[in-house]
């Protein structure tokens, strides 16, 4: 190939020499060898491109038959099935997690909002418990504690606190006893 390639580094050089000798010529008034070097000139040029492009072909169509050789090897074929099945099982481990992922999400909301309607349950049954005892405790208290206590009872009513609930109906039955 390398020698292929120098023969047309030596053609091209020629040919272009033989179109300079060929102006040269018909400046000295040489008008009809002048032709001739031109048209010997230019089959050169032809045929030297011509050489590149079928030496371009050959190294393609060898580099294409030992690329299609290493795939076709049956070393070859055993590592892109392990290639493969690796990806396969990478995949299926990763869709695995997050159905995992998807499953945990979908239980935890399920979790949360149980929790959330069951407390929101217990301060509607705390609240109307505070409530009884500040009406039995009106009498006994003044009516500036009783309004403090109604005034945290809406507080964390309305924020939805338990503890805050839950801590506020035991202040009630500290004060009370």
């Known amino acids: 190939m390398i020698r292929l390639f120098k023969f047309f580094l030596w053609l091209t050089a020629i040919a272009i020499s033989c179109l300079i000798f060929s102006s ?3 400046g000295l008034g040489l008008g009809h060898i002048a032709a001739k070097v031109t048209v010997i000139a230019s089959y050169g040029l032809i045929i030297a491109y011509s050489l590149i492009f079928i030496i371009t072909v050959c190294v393609l169509l060898k580099s294409l038959t030992r690329q299609l050789a290493n795939y076709l090897h049956p070393s070859s074929k055993k590592s892109r099935q392990i290639a ?7 995949r299926l481990q990763h869709q695995q997690m997050a159905y995992r992922y998807h499953i945990d999400y979908t ?11 069951d407390n929101k349950k217990q301060i509607r049954s705390l609240s109307i418990e505070i409530n009884k005892d500040l009406r039995q405790a009106k009498q006994r ?7 403090q206590f109604k005034t945290k009872q809406r507080l964390h009513t309305r924020q939805q606190h338990l503890e805050g609930v839950i801590q506020l109906h035991q202040e009630i039955i500290a004060k009370l006893n």
């Open 84 to 90: 493969y099945l690796q990806h396969k099982r990478k």
């Open 141 to 147: 208290i003044s009516g500036e504690v009783y309004k």
């Open 107 to 117: 239980y935890h909301s399920k979790r949360s909002r149980l929790k959330r309607a």
């Open 24 to 26: 040269l010529l018909s």
